[in-house]
């Protein structure tokens, strides 16, 4: 059973998960603006984005 049939909407939401957990990625390892480095707390919640988005477009397409 497939939870999302229309291609079109598959392939935005693919683009939108990307998207953001590039950023999210980017924004947990940066090394910080203005001389603030980011605390271990903010990177950590930073990567854990990314690897949700990751997860949530991997649950997009069927498997077999």
Do not use: K, Y
């Amino acid at each position: 059973m497939m939870m999302i049939e229309p291609m079109p909407l598959r392939w935005t939401l693919i683009l939108v998960l990307a998207g953001t957990g590039v950023w999210f990625l980017l924004r947990g390892l940066r090394p910080g603006s203005g001389g603030t480095a980011p605390g271990a707390a903010d990177r950590i919640s930073h990567l854990a984005h990314a690897l949700m988005a990751a997860a949530m477009a991997a649950m997009i397409w069927p498997m077999g």
